[in-house]
């Protein structure tokens, strides 16, 4: 191939483009759109505003209690291979990267001597009951701020509570679940 060739192929390029432009502008002054001040059609979108307790129910979803007793410690265990590479659950286990989490439930916040916490989540104190794991699971970092967990967080209510289910198998299983 010549430069004779490569400049015929550049040519046509550069003509194709030219003319994309020059259509565009001409559609630009041919048709010149006005926004009128008010809607022609009123868009019923279902959005007033409520301040009723449903509109609240719904937009937090079921409460964990409901949740709890509809949950699935099986499923819960495959949700829980994300968190596995950070953490072991067999009974006298390894810490790794994050603490060992058999008999997390109802423990308090940094129950393991052999485990660097973090200070923030020392200074939050309390145990890990079924609100503390569901809140900190949902966004470990909007839950304790400063906290090492680099985990994003579940966003899924089922799968948080499946998770929760499967971590209550571990150890203390006699902790009743939460009521309504």
């Not at 409901?66 to 950070?86: N, Q």
Request: proline share 5%; net charge negative; hydrophobic share 40%.
């Amino acid at each position: 191939m010549n430069s004779f060739e490569l400049n015929k192929i550049a040519g046509a390029v550069l003509a194709g483009a030219l003319t994309v432009v020059a259509i565009n502008e001409f559609a630009n002054i041919a048709v010149s759109p006005t926004i009128p001040e008010t809607n022609a059609y009123a868009i019923d979108t279902g959005a007033e505003e409520s301040t009723g307790t449903a509109a609240v129910a719904e937009e937090q979803g079921p409460s964990l209690a409901v949740l709890m007793a509809s949950a699935d410690p099986a499923a819960g265990e495959k949700i829980f291979k994300k968190c596995a590479s950070c953490h072991s659950v067999e009974e006298g286990g390894p810490n790794k990267i994050g603490p060992n989490l058999y008999g997390i439930l109802n423990a308090s916040k940094g129950h393991l001597d052999s485990f660097s916490y973090s200070s923030a989540l020392l200074e939050k104190g309390g145990n890990w009951d079924y609100e503390a794991l569901n809140a900190f699971l949902t966004k470990p970092k909007d839950y304790i701020k400063g906290t090492k967990m680099s985990f994003a967080g579940i966003k899924k209510d089922g799968q948080r509570a499946d998770l929760i289910a499967y971590l209550r198998t571990l150890g203390k299983t006699d902790v009743p679940l939460p009521t309504e």
